[in-house]
């Protein structure tokens, strides 16, 4: 694993496995379905490895124990739409308590620049620890945008959980969100003409709905 306290690259093989089986364009859409969440499900077991945890006393059918129980602050889901909604059943089923907020964000092919055209966020995100869902990072525009949302709805505390990054979208969000960690399977070589990441997996919405 390579990690600074800013960005987690999560190179376990089970990660390596499934994200080779989703840059390969001839994976179909059911197969890219499922590799994205088993994906983001090992993510976000990184992601959330700092959870804070207290003690507390159970019956065990043969003793009285001290268990550990996650503590304090709870998880708020916050997909990108469209391509981040394919990584949410993911981080629920190991968070099945998470509260869920949409950010719709989309690229405008000519600029490049994030256009946000949807927001419906929960109420209490300055009580909860907010996992942004966006599983490209290219320019890190959109998910930089897509962060300042979460904040400006209250989040103190934001994680941004990606599939495949890019140098300039690290850098963009830590430019604009210092504080944000970022966990992702991997950081490719860079951006085409078009600002789409290489090696990357071509547009992961399409390449998740099958719409092209
Ligand atoms: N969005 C995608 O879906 N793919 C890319 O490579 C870049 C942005």
Known sequence: MIETHRLTVVEHPLVQHKLSYLRDK????????????????????????????EDYEIETPLEEMTAQRISGKKVAVC????????????????????????IG??????TLEPVQYYSKLPADLADRDAIVLDPMLATGHSS???????KEAGAQSVTLVCIVAAPPG???V????????????????????RGYIVPGLGDA?????GTK
């Open 144 to 150: 930089a945008a897509a962060i300042d949302a979460v």
């Open 26 to 53: 001839e994976t179909p859409t059911v197969h890219f379905r499922k590799l994205a969440n088993e994906i983001t499900l090992l993510l976000t077991y990184e992601a959330t490895k700092d959870l804070p945890t």
């Open 79 to 102: 997909p990108v739409l469209r391509a981040g909604v394919g990584m949410l059943d993911g981080v629920l089923s190991l968070v099945s308590s998470a509260r869920v907020g949409f």
């Open 170 to 172: 690290v850098e963009h």
């Open 174 to 193: 830590h430019e604009q969100h210092p504080d944000v960690h970022i966990v992702c399977a991997a950081v490719d070589r860079g951006l085409d003409e």
């Open 205 to 209: 919405g399409d390449r998740l709905y």
């Open 105 to 110: 964000m989309y690229r405008d092919e000519e």
